[in-house]
């Protein structure tokens, strides 16, 4: 079966410090691969994605960024954290082919506090 | 791009009453809505999803009707349970490279024992 894994679970960094966050996904093979941000008592939002290994799609700009340097790895980074960081970093993924194809299965998230 | 909404934003029965929210979705060519519960401090889990080509979908205490034409698609939960409460999110896809989900606001759901 497959596993979805993020770390670091929670995370506590100040204003302008660097940011990466990991997502692997075990049981699979090239999977589509998402990464979404959930602020305080608020709905999800889509951040990146990517279909395949170094090809990213941004939806909405900012000062963060993605990348995916093999199949089942996916990493969210910034150079310079901002305060409206903080929130609840979710990977997901999804089959890329299959009866399933459409079906997105979450991390067990990041919970980021910027300082 | 897709615009999501989700009414009601919050909601409260009692136990063993029915609860219904609703989601409206804007780009026709979206051909699949998922229903997400999240509880406090956890990841969203599926809990039922649609597929542009049925109307209605159950499995036991919950279903998931769609109306293509009106662009609407809806979750019923019927003999709601304490462990009900959570939140809920609708989404619907943009099918092409990707398959990206765009997301409602969610709804808080409370079930009074």
């Known amino acids: 079966s497959q596993t979805i894994h993020q770390w670091p679970a929670t995370l506590v960094q100040p204003v302008g410090s660097p940011l990466s966050l990991e997502c692997t996904v075990e049981?699979?093979?090239?999977?589509?691969l998402y990464w979404y941000r959930q602020a305080a008592g608020r709905g999800l939002q889509l951040l990146f994605y990517?279909?395949?290994?170094?090809?990213i799609s941004s939806e909405v700009p900012q000062n963060l960024s993605a990348s995916r340097p093999q199949d089942r790895q996916f990493i969210l980074s910034s150079k310079k954290l901002l305060l409206s960081d903080s929130g609840f970093y979710l990977c997901?993924?999804?089959?890329?082919?299959?009866?399933?194809?459409?079906?997105?299965?979450f991390g067990p998230g990041t919970r980021l506090t910027v300082t | 791009g897709e615009n999501v909404e989700q009414h009601p934003s919050t909601l409260s029965v009692q136990e063993g009453d029915s609860a219904v929210i609703k989601c409206t979705y804007s780009d026709s060519a979206s051909n699949y809505f998922p229903w997400y519960k999240q509880e406090l401090g956890k990841r969203p889990q599926l809990i039922i999803d649609i597929r542009s080509n049925v109307g209605e979908k159950k499995d036991q205490r919950i279903a998931v009707t769609l109306n293509k034409t009106a662009k609407h698609f809806s979750l019923h939960i019927t003999e709601t349970q304490p462990e009900d409460s959570a939140v809920y999110f609708c989404a619907a896809n943009h099918p092409h490279t990707g398959n990206q989900f765009y997301f409602g606001t969610g709804t808080s759901l409370t079930v009074i024992p």
């Open positions: 997901a993924w999804s089959p890329a082919r299959g009866r399933s194809i459409y079906e997105q299965y």
């Open positions: 049981g699979t093979s090239n999977p589509n």
């Open positions: 990517s279909v395949g290994i170094g090809q």
